[in-house]
């Protein structure tokens, strides 16, 4: 290797120099004409001269490289992009389609249940405590009627008939629902409750002299009981608006 001959040559001049150093000039020119001779003797070795080959063993990775992704290109990623969008308005789309179809369901099969339902039979009250409010049990002309009592100075059985008819008209006309238990108090609030005000005034009127007759035993006038009287065919005859 030329490493190894360089170093030969070198050792030979250090020694060729240092032997003129303490030899002739003369001895000096063949000194070096000895060195000569002898580099030219190992560069003919070939143990020693020349360049040579020498092979090693490596290890190298067998496995194949990874091929290096080529560039999308940019439709394809707007593609992509674009059906991105669309897919989220297709569910929110199917969400608001289910929604309705559940409605719709809803609707038709407990809502319609709801309208098909027997309606409701219960018969009217015709009696409220000890008062028989049937319609045919009253005159045809209950003003009239509670007038001539009243004028013939039974005032407590014109009220009764008055608070029997009101009650009457309550129940069968107007469709107020007094249950058959109800004191002239809790009557009073039901119709407060369900009718309009004039309507609700008389009946607190009505009910009001009535309690003071039969409960309080109060002797009241004819002249009190007659605008009870001709109230009663505008404020409980006429049908609701």
């Known amino acids: 290797m030329r490493s190894r001959r ?44 020349g360049e040579s080959k020498v092979r090693t063993l490596k ?37 608001v389609v289910a929604v309705a179809v559940a409605a719709i369901w809803i609707f038709r099969h407990v809502g319609g249940q709801k309208r098909t339902q027997a309606p409701d039979m219960t018969p009217a009250a015709s009696r409220v ?15 009239a009627a ?19 008819a009101s009650l009457s008209r309550a129940v069968n006309l107007l469709g107020v629902a007094i249950g058959p238990s109800l004191t002239e108090r809790e009557a ?11 309507r609700a005034r008389y009946f607190a009127d009505l009910v009001l002299m009535w309690q ?13 009981v007659v605008p009870l009287c001709t109230r009663f065919a505008d404020t409980l005859d006429a049908l609701p608006p």
């Open 59 to 95: 290890w190298t990775n067998t496995s194949p490289q990874p091929t290096r992704a080529t560039d999308t290109p940019p439709w394809i990623i707007g593609l992509f992009d674009y059906l991105g969008q669309i897919s989220g308005l297709v569910l929110w789309a199917a969400g």
């Open 212 to 224: 003071r007759v039969v409960y309080a035993g109060e002797a009241v006038a004819h002249g009190e």
């Open 6 to 49: 360089g170093g030969w040559r070198i050792a030979l001049l250090v020694g060729a120099w240092a032997a003129a150093a303490h030899s002739a000039p003369a001895a000096v020119e063949r000194s070096f004409t000895a060195v000569d001779s002898a580099v030219a003797a190992l560069e003919r070795d070939p143990n020693l001269g």
């Open 146 to 164: 509670a007038m001539a009592l009243s004028s013939d100075g039974r005032p407590r059985e014109a009220l009764s008939l008055l608070y029997r």
């Open 129 to 143: 405590l000890d008062l028989d409010i049937r319609p045919n049990s009253l005159p045809d002309d209950v003003p």
């Open 188 to 198: 009073l609030g039901v119709v407060r409750a369900l009718l309009d005000e004039s």
